[in-house]
């Protein structure tokens, strides 16, 4: 709601070099019209690749994990969730779902923001869709155990008139034709710094985040996981939000380390959505590179069905052979065996 200030946006100032990323998104919105255009079949190949990862990787932010396979299960058949993971996990495919079907039709109101959070737990006994009722904190933990306070929010008493202040503010910004790729990351700075919600404001944030760029014509969130591109980038995504709510309470706050870190994970989606399509279309070669740019995104050890996934196309016989041509390289070390074999990432 700070943000959305009128007198506070007519104060920022974007410094040259994010005119210019401004100006990049836009082209690689364009090219990706054309894309769409030309091959619309490999862009389905992307859309069910980009649901897992998505479930995947925004729930593990918060610390909610399953096994690859059951993730897929969950998202592609659906499966029934077994445990709480799981039940928070297909309510984040189901909320995601929503959006990719129906997002034009959203608004940003504080009931379809409370319907996501509702949907994220729509498994869960407890359920969701109501405002926090006692004060939450945004902490940090460190490897020693201490805990150091990052950020405290609204108090419970004002977050619903915050809430509705921020859809307002929102509306009225959009309708004075501000610029979107500004709009949007200050209004998910001031949903996370209301943080309305006791558990899941991360990845409400996450999905108002893809609701609002379907607005605004950069729907790259539906064909290459933004939730991954986070994750990947999470230290730089939190210093990022604790170096621009500094001072928020009072609107004294510096927007612009978390604008550009947005407008950078928009720009990385975009960049890898280009390559993945030009691999995808490019033949035996291209296959290749595919698999190799998927293995060198994974920072963990994988299956191969997590390859598979990100690879659409591509046989698993091919996928092996890419791999067992890694790890002749000494960029992979595979461990175990049969269907519990992981490959390990090698420093190098």
């Not at 405002?131 to 619903?160: L, W």
């Not at 595919?290 to 994988?302: G, Y």
Request: charged share 25%; net charge neutral.
């Amino acid at each position: 709601m700070h943000s959305l200030d009128s007198a506070f946006l007519d104060k920022i100032l974007l410094s040259s070099a994010s005119a210019s990323t401004l100006r990049e998104l836009g082209a690689f919105q364009g090219r990706q019209e054309l894309f769409k255009r030309q091959a619309p079949e490999v862009l389905l190949d992307l859309v069910k690749a980009a649901i897992i990862e998505s479930s995947e990787s925004s729930n593990r932010l918060e610390g909610v994990t399953a096994p690859r396979e059951r993730i897929a299960a969950l998202v592609l058949k659906p499966a029934e969730p077994r445990n709480r993971s799981e039940q928070e996990i297909a309510g984040y495919r189901d909320s995601l779902n929503l959006i990719h079907e129906s997002a034009m039709e959203m608004a940003l109101t504080v009931n379809v923001m409370l319907q996501l959070h509702s949907m994220l737990y729509r498994y869960h006994p407890g359920g969701g869709g109501r405002f926090k009722m006692t004060q939450n904190e945004i902490i940090e933990r460190s490897h020693d155990g201490s805990i150091r306070v990052r950020f405290t929010p609204v108090t419970p008493v004002a977050t619903s008139g915050a809430m509705e202040e921020l859809a307002r503010r929102y509306a009225a910004a959009a309708d004075s034709q501000r610029e979107p790729l500004v709009l949007i990351p200050l209004t998910v700075l001031d949903f996370l710094c209301i943080h309305p919600f006791t558990d899941g404001n991360g990845r409400v944030g996450r999905l108002i985040t893809l609701m609002l760029l379907y607005h605004s014509g950069h729907d790259v969130g539906r064909y290459i996981s933004l939730e991954r591109v986070i994750e990947e980038s999470k230290e730089t995504y939190y210093e990022a939000l604790e170096a621009s709510s500094r001072g928020w309470h009072s609107a004294a706050h510096d927007p612009l380390p978390w604008m550009s870190y947005f407008w950078g994970v928009v720009l990385r989606a975009y960049r890898e959505f280009e390559k993945r399509v030009g691999t995808i279309r490019g033949g035996r070669g291209g296959k290749t590179e595919m698999v190799e740019a998927a293995v060198a995104r994974r920072l963990r050890p994988f299956g191969i069905a997590d390859i598979e996934a990100e690879c659409p196309g591509v046989s698993r016989e091919m996928v092996r052979h890419v791999l067992r041509g890694l790890r002749a390289d000494g960029r992979l070390e595979l461990r175990g065996q049969g269907r519990g074999a992981q490959w390990v990432p090698l420093d190098g």
